[in-house]
């Protein structure tokens, strides 16, 4: 079964026998990064034996076709086209993904995408901090386990049964990141300040982001909600600095979105420009 996600039979470790990761059928772990590891912390302390995989260790058992765990992969937006490349598609519907970005149309061949299921992260981890901002979501086949899992382990997790919800939940946690990185990067200030100084471009960047990426899902998100839900899940990252890291999965995606759709997207653009990316290209 596609949402099997191991249990405590299934760690050897928990009756005194060696901790051996072979002796494991837990989910995969892909990619045990910031967010990876902390996903894996959960489902250890769940129970359910969990299987890293890092670049170099790790990748013959999570390609194996007759393994049913689900393989949650969690390295960059930049990283995964490679990593999903590497799955045949019959265990396309066996991936996690945990992507901060908008991922459709980058990754694999038209279509495929939808076989996977995903993962939206309500936690910020870097280095030694980590707050969770609110339960991370999770859509699709394989999600429903392993959100329920990660709760157990005590990480704030819920299944979104609903696809027109979860499309709705997915543009606003990739506007929330259209606002907390390259708009701080380029005007060089932290979140607190950004919020502060740069009022009116942060509602106009919400607004046009809300516009241009709920013609692109087909939702209706507006920038009321979105600032309401920026507001509510950024009070304790006013240090955050921002950064141009995956724009083409980020504010790229958004100007993107706005040229096809026929939205325009003027503060988008210039701030993609200040950072040295075409929008037209993006
Ligand atoms: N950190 C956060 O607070 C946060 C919050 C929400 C969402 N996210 C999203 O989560 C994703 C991961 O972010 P992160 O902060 O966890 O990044 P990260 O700390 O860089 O972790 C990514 C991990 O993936 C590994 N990796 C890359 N390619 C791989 C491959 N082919 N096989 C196995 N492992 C591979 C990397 O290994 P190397 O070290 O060798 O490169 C690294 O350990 C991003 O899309 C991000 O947007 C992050």
Partial sequence: MNGAVGGRDADPGRNGAAQ?????????????????RRLAAA???AGTGPRLVRRDAGWEAALDPLDPAPRIVAVREEDLGEAWARFDAPLHGRLVLV?????????GAPGELAEASRGLIWFTAKGGFFRELMPSLFFGRAAGALAAALARG???ARLVPDAVEFRRELVLKGVWNALVGLPLAVHGVDLATYRSAFAAELAELADE????????Y????????ALARFAATTGELGWVRGGTRALPFRNGAIAR???RHG???PVTDRLLRAAGCAPEAA
């Fill in 257 to 259: 979105f706005g040229r």
């Fill in 218 to 225: 087909g939702v209706a998100v507006d920038a009321d909600e």
């Fill in 20 to 36: 051996r990761p072979a002796g494991r059928r837990g989910p995969f772990v892909i990619g045990p990064g910031e967010v990876g």
């Fill in 99 to 107: 992507q901060n970005g908008f991922l459709e149309g980058r990754i």
């Fill in 43 to 45: 489902l250890e302390a």
């Fill in 209 to 216: 982001s809300c516009r241009a990426a709920s013609a692109e």
């Fill in 154 to 156: 005590g990480l704030a």
């Fill in 263 to 265: 939205v325009p997207t």
